[in-house]
Nanobody, 127 residues
Framework: QVRLVESGGGLVQAGGSLRLSCAAS????????MGWFRQTPGKEREFVAA???????????DYADSVKGRFTISKDNARNTWYLQMNSLKPEDTAVYYC?????????????????WGQGTQVTVSS
């Protein structure tokens, strides 16, 4: 099992930036699918971004149209921590953000494909 611990959420003004962290621990996999999702009250969990990680680097990345060009996934291998850099934030980005991992395979946009989830971190963007 992979344990994911998120941090980095908070309150930011529109146009600002935040970086979310997702620290992973547990059995390592040489290849994983990693994703970020978000959820607001009364709505389903929404896809934000996903990457395929293989051979120590990102081999494929996919971003929702709503965040493309503003959000970027990266990883610090030494810390075994994933990041979601969020720039040019908008009030509609306000949500609880979750990181998730699918062991050994790319997870894609379907949240049901992921095996392990972080606890979520609140991001609030004020106008």
């Amino acid at each position: 099992q992979v344990r994911l611990v998120e941090s980095g959420g908070g309150l930011v003004q529109a146009g600002g930036s935040l970086r979310l962290s997702c620290a992973a621990s547990g059995q390592p996999f040489s290849s994983v699918g990693m994703g970020w999702f978000r959820q607001t009250p009364g709505k389903e969990r929404e896809f934000v971004a996903a990457i395929s990680w293989s051979g120590g680097s990102i081999s494929y990345a996919d971003y929702a149209d709503s965040v493309k060009g503003r959000f970027t996934i990266s990883k610090d291998n030494a810390r075994n921590t994933w990041y979601l850099q969020m720039n040019s934030l908008k009030p509609e980005d306000t949500a609880v953000y979750y990181c998730a991992v699918r062991r050994a395979y790319y997870g894609g946009r379907n949240s049901a494909a992921y095996d392990d989830w972080g606890q979520g971190t609140q991001v609030t963007v004020s106008s």
